[in-house]
């Protein structure tokens, strides 16, 4: 059974940092392109970070420079670093499995972030 596990979440003060992190199981994560996604209260979801198999990474304008992606395969985890976190990150964050080669994809059910003072 594939799982995603999203933590990490939290309150936190504008100009601060989280880790979210993502424990995937049940599918060989080395193969899967990770990425995280964002869906603030009425807002559709959207793309935050991805990083392929081979570790390349993209990100959303709107993090450019204050978010990176990152994963640790031995772990099977994808991590979301967030710094300087302004009240427009609040958001429910989500983590996603996607290998293209066969057409899977997963996704988490979401850790939330809250920015405010």
């Known amino acids: 059974q594939v799982q995603l596990v999203e933590s990490g979440g939290g309150l936190v003060q504008p100009g601060g940092s989280l880790r979210l992190s993502c424990a995937a199981s049940?599918?060989?994560?080395?193969?899967?392109?990770m990425a995280w996604y964002r869906q603030a209260p009425g807002k559709e979801r959207e793309l935050v970070a991805v990083?392929?198999?081979?570790?390349?990474?993209n990100y959303a304008d709107s993090v450019k420079g204050r978010f990176s992606i990152s994963r640790d395969n031995a772990k099977n985890l994808v991590y979301l670093q967030m710094n300087s976190l302004k009240p427009e990150d609040t958001a429910v964050y989500y983590c996603?499995?996607?290998?293209?080669?066969?057409?899977?994809?997963?996704w988490g059910k979401g850790t939330l972030v809250t920015v405010s003072s």
């Open positions: 996603k499995a996607d290998r293209r080669t066969t057409g899977e994809n997963y």
């Open positions: 990083i392929t198999s081979g570790r390349s990474t």
């Open positions: 049940g599918i060989s994560f080395s193969f899967y392109t």
